[in-house]
Nanobody
Framework: QVQLVESGGGLVQAGGSLRLSCSAS????????MGWFRQAPGKERAFVAS????????YYADSVKGRFTISRDNAKNTVYLQMNSLNLEDTAVYYC??????????????WGRGTQVTVSS
């Protein structure tokens, strides 16, 4: 019933930008904190950013702070991740998650299937 669908991934050159979107359905979106996580092959799933229901409380991993921006549009049931100054270490599958806040993945109840981001050169 609950569905989170990521989009916007793809191939980008180092130094470039991408914007990821996560469209939610089957839940009252405005009541849920949302997060982004990522996982590279052979690596553990890692926290990227989170945003609470109102957008007034935001957290970033140190590795992306200053480069990535998380935002949400409750009227569109969508959370975004704007990624600038991408580097090779940003290559991963990016997952959208709902129901939590902060870096602990166990706090999130729902997960999308992921979208691949590949940074070249």
């Amino acid at each position: 019933q609950v569905q989170l669908v990521e989009s916007g991934g793809g191939l980008v050159q180092a130094g470039g930008s991408l914007r990821l979107s996560c469209s939610a359905s089957g839940l009252t979106f405005s009541r849920y904190g949302m997060g982004w996580f990522r996982q590279a092959p052979g690596k553990e799933r890692a926290f990227v950013a989170s945003i609470n229901w109102s957008g007034g409380r935001i957290y970033y991993a140190d590795s992306v702070k200053g480069r990535f921006t998380i935002s949400r549009d409750n009227a569109k049931n969508t959370v975004y991740l704007q990624m600038n100054s991408l580097n090779l270490e940003d290559t991963a599958v990016y997952y959208c998650a709902a129901g939590g806040e902060g870096s602990n993945a166990r706090l999130y109840n729902y997960w999308g299937r992921g979208t691949q981001v590949t940074v070249s050169s």
